[in-house]
Structure formats: C-alpha cells, structure tokens
C-alpha cells in the first residue's frame, strides 16, 4: 500500500509556463483534495473532489484547474504559473462519508518555485 | 469564514511536557484533529476528538476541548526530541465537511 503518491517532488517554472501535478491514492478513498502550504498561513483548500466525476472549489482557486481522472487519481494544473503560486502543494484523500471522523491521508508534497 | 488560530511555536527541554494551545471559531465543529508535520515530509494524523468529548488520552497525548471557549489543547508527555516538528489543529466542520486548519506551531525540544 503505498498511500498517497505525488509527483513530482520538486519544480521551478519561470513565470508563464504551465504544470501539471499529480496525485495518485491506491486506498479506494472517494475525496480528495489539493492544498497548498505557505509559511504562517497553514494549509489552504484548492480544489476537491468528494467522488470521481466531480470537482468544487476550495479557499484558494484562482490560477488552478483540476481533473478528477478516475477514482485513484486526481491532479492539479497550473495553465499560467506566476510567483505567487510559489508554495508546498499537497494532495490528500480520505474515504468519508459525510460529518464522520475523516481521516485525511497526505500525499509527500511538491515543493514548486516559480521565477 | 471559519478560523483556527494557533502560535507560531514553542521550545521546550527533553523530558518536559509541551501543551499546544488551538482556538477555533466553528460552531458546527464535528470532530477536530492534530496532524504533526515532520521536516520535508506531508502531515499525518496525530490524534482527533470528537466535539461532544472533552479529553482523550493516548499514550503520551492528552487532547482536552473546551466548547464553551472553543478551546483545543495538544499534551505531549515526556517530550523527546523525535517530537520536533509542526503541528496542526484542524476543525471539521459540519456545514462544509471540509478541514480548516491552523496555521500550525513548530516545537523545538532542546536536550
């Protein structure tokens, strides 16, 4: 079982270019989210995905899309990055159900630097 | 919208017991947690509490949850080293069935 993958690990954009993330769980989970993490600020909701075939928006939206590809994966795109999107990005994925202890699984991080 | 406020960090000597403090604004709060983040590394659950308790012990954690003050403490016994790291309270909340975290406090143990 290897839990929550992601890929890559690290990145450095120069400012304009697209990526995309990825993000992999092999628990059968329904949800999973993406967030990133800035210092002082904890972590941030992007986007998620509380079953294959849907996506919603989180805190923190703008200048991202996701795609909910199947059930195992789940991946984060930026179509033009800019230095403000430089940050720790981490995919997580739990199984629910809804108002029930929710154990939310996490991904090793990406650590993305734009320029 | 919702909030969950902690400090920045905390230094504590080896062998002392370290209290991280959480408060939150959440009032359909239904269960809140503790993850522990490690250097370079992605967060894993500590412990969690559900909101109509008011303590759990676990080993060497006691959580305590004061509703009333919307109130979250993290004990930690014996604090070793292999301790050090971020750690963070979060809320689940009822109404969005999303996690609001806290922007995490850093424990240094010092021997």
């Known amino acids: 079982n290897a839990g929550v993958t992601q890929t890559p690990k690290f990145q450095v954009l120069k400012t304009g270019q697209s990526m995309t993330l990825q993000c992999a769980q092999d628990?059968?989970?329904?949800?999973m989210y993406w967030y990133r993490q800035d210092p002082g600020m904890g972590l941030r909701l992007i986007y998620y995905?509380?079953?294959?075939?849907?996506?919603d928006k989180g805190e923190v939206p703008n200048g991202y899309n996701v795609s909910r590809l199947n059930k195992r994966e789940f991946s984060l795109r930026l179509e033009s990055a800019a230095p403000s999107q430089t940050s720790v990005y981490f995919c997580?994925?739990?199984?629910?159900?809804?108002?029930?202890?929710?154990?939310?699984?996490f991904g090793p991080g990406t650590r993305l630097t734009v320029l | 919208g919702e909030d969950v406020e902690q400090s920045l960090f905390l230094s504590v000597r080896e062998g002392d017991s370290s209290v991280i403090n959480c408060t939150y604004t959440?009032?359909?709060?239904?269960?809140l947690y503790w993850y522990k983040q490690e250097p370079g590394a992605g967060l894993q659950l500590l412990t969690y509490?559900?909101?109509?308790?008011d303590m759990k012990q676990d080993q060497r954690l006691t959580v305590l949850l004061n509703k009333k003050d919307k109130h979250l403490s993290l004990r930690i016994a014996d604090t070793q080293t292999g301790d050090s790291a971020i750690y963070f309270c979060?809320?689940?909340?009822?109404?969005?069935?999303?996690?609001?975290f806290g922007t995490g406090t850093r424990l240094q143990v010092f021997p």
């Open positions: 979060a809320d689940l909340s009822y109404n969005t069935d999303k996690l609001i």
């Open positions: 628990m059968n989970h329904n949800s």
């Open positions: 959440d009032s359909s709060s239904t269960y």
């Open positions: 997580a994925s739990t199984s629910g159900p809804w108002g029930s202890y929710n154990e939310q699984f």
């Open positions: 509490i559900f909101s109509n308790m």
């Open positions: 995905s509380a079953s294959e075939g849907t996506t």
